[in-house]
C-alpha cells in the first residue's frame, strides 16, 4: 500500500494537499478574503465613494461588487507569505521570461476578446441577440477594466495558483491539479443565476485552458488577462450576462425581450451558456494539446522540495535499517 501511495504522490506532500482538503482551503483562502473586504468597505466606506465617484447608485454599486474580490488576493499573500512551506506559490505570479511578461498579458487580452467575442458576433449573426449602442464613458470603461481584473484574477489565484500548486506538491501527475482545479472552479459557479449543466461544462473547459497556460507555459498572468478579457467583452462591452450577472454599465446594451437561446447564446447565463461556446473552448484546448505534444510541463515549483524530501526519506530508512 505504501508503495503505491509513493508512486502515487510525492515526498514533499503536505497532509493539507490531499484534493479535498485542498479545495476546502481553498475556499478558506476565498472566505478570509471576504472578512478582509468588508471590513476594508465598511472601515473606509467603499460602497458610498465609489456610488459619489460615479455618480449612479446601480453603476457604483456594480463596481463595488467586482471590487469586493481584492480581498482574496490579500489572504493569498498572507497564507503565502506566513507559512513557509506555501513560499514557492509567490514564484508562480512572479514575472518570468516564458508568459509572466508584457507578452502574456497581451495573448492572454487578445484570446479572451477573441474567443469570447467570436460567440458574440455568432450569437448576432444567427438573430440570437439584438445591440444597441448605449455611449461611451472612458472614466467608467477604465475603472472597470481595473475591478474586472482584480475580480478575474483573484479567482485565478484561488485555483490556478493556490490550489494548482497545493495539488502539484501532493500528486506526482499534473493530470490531478489540472482537473481538480478546473472541476472547483466550476463548483463555484454552480449558484450562480441560470447555471446549467452545459454552462458549468463551458466553465470547466476554460479552467482546463487557464490550467494548460500555466502547466506548458508557466504563464498565470495569461490566465489573469484571459479570463479578464473574456468577463470584460460579454459584460462591460457588449452588455450580455456574465455567467448569469449583468452589468450595470456596458458600451452596448442587449435587448433583452429579443434575446433566444441558440447555438452560441443561452437566455439566462449568455454566451457561456451555449454548446458553440464549449466548441470554441475545446478547439483551443485541441490547439494548445497539438502545439505542445511532445512537451512537458514548463517550471515544476516543487522539484526541489521533493529531492530534498526523497533524500531525508532515505536518510531516515537507511537509519531504521541499521538498527
Given at each position: 500500500m505504501s508503495d503505491l501511495i509513493n508512486k502515487i504522490t510525492r515526498p514533499c506532500r503536505k497532509a493539507s494537499d490531499f484534493f479535498i482538503l485542498a479545495a476546502l482551503l481553498s475556499l478558506v483562502l476565498v472566505i478570509i478574503g471576504e472578512i478582509i473586504a468588508i471590513a476594508v468597505f465598511n472601515g473606509l466606506d467603499v460602497?458610498?465613494?465609489?456610488?459619489?465617484?460615479?455618480?449612479?447608485?446601480?453603476?457604483?454599486?456594480?463596481?463595488?461588487?467586482?471590487?469586493?474580490?481584492?480581498?482574496?488576493?490579500?489572504?493569498?499573500?498572507?497564507?503565502?507569505?506566513?507559512f513557509k512551506g506555501n513560499r514557492p506559490?509567490?514564484?508562480?505570479?512572479?514575472?518570468?521570461?516564458?508568459?509572466?511578461?508584457?507578452?502574456?498579458?497581451?495573448?492572454?487580452?487578445?484570446?479572451?476578446?477573441?474567443?469570447?467575442?467570436?460567440?458574440?458576433?455568432?450569437?448576432?449573426?444567427?438573430g440570437d441577440i439584438k445591440l444597441s449602442y448605449n455611449g461611451l464613458n472612458w472614466k467608467l470603461l477604465i475603472a472597470f477594466l481595473i475591478c474586472v481584473f482584480i475580480q478575474s484574477s483573484s479567482e485565478e489565484v484561488a485555483d490556478r495558483v493556490y490550489l494548482y500548486q497545493k495539488l502539484r506538491r501532493r500528486y506526482r501527475s499534473p493530470l490531478v491539479a489540472i482537473l481538480v482545479n478546473s472541476v472547483i472552479f466550476m463548483a463555484m459557479h454552480m449558484g450562480n443565476p441560470g447555471?446549467?449543466?452545459?454552462?458549468?461544462?463551458?466553465?470547466?473547459?476554460?479552467?482546463?485552458?487557464?490550467?494548460?497556460?500555466?502547466?506548458?507555459?508557466?504563464?498565470?498572468?495569461v490566465a489573469f488577462w484571459f479570463h479578464t478579457a473574456w468577463n470584460y467583452t460579454q459584460n462591460i462591452i457588449f452588455g450580455l450576462p456574465n455567467s448569469g450577472i449583468v452589468s450595470e454599465y456596458s458600451i452596448f446594451r442587449l435587448e433583452a425581450a429579443s434575446a433566444r437561446n441558440g447555438l452560441f447564446y443561452n437566455v439566462d447565463f449568455g454566451v457561456e451558456g451555449s454548446i458553440?461556446?464549449?466548441?470554441?473552448?475545446l478547439l483551443v484546448i485541441a490547439v494548445m494539446v497539438?502545439?505542445?505534444?511532445?512537451?512537458?510541463?514548463?517550471?515544476?515549483?516543487?522539484?526541489?522540495?521533493?529531492?530534498?524530501?526523497?533524500?531525508?526519506?532515505?536518510v531516515y530508512s537507511q537509519a531504521k535499517h541499521a538498527k
Open positions: 460602497d458610498a465613494r465609489l456610488i459619489k465617484w460615479s455618480g449612479s447608485d446601480s453603476v457604483g454599486t456594480f463596481l463595488g461588487m467586482y471590487l469586493y474580490t481584492f480581498g482574496v488576493w490579500i489572504a493569498f499573500l498572507l497564507m503565502a507569505g506566513i506559490m509567490l514564484k508562480a505570479i512572479a514575472p518570468n521570461k516564458r508568459l509572466n511578461n508584457l507578452g502574456g498579458i497581451l495573448l492572454g487580452i487578445g484570446l479572451g476578446f477573441g474567443t469570447n467575442g467570436f460567440c458574440v458576433l455568432m450569437s448576432w449573426l444567427t447555471f446549467t449543466m452545459i454552462a458549468g461544462s463551458q466553465i470547466f473547459l476554460v479552467a482546463i485552458i487557464f490550467s494548460l497556460f500555466v502547466y506548458y507555459y508557466d504563464g498565470v498572468w458553440g461556446s464549449s466548441l470554441v473552448l497539438f502545439i505542445n505534444r511532445n512537451k512537458h510541463e514548463r517550471k515544476d515549483y516543487w522539484a526541489e522540495a521533493e529531492r530534498q524530501a526523497a533524500g531525508q526519506q532515505a
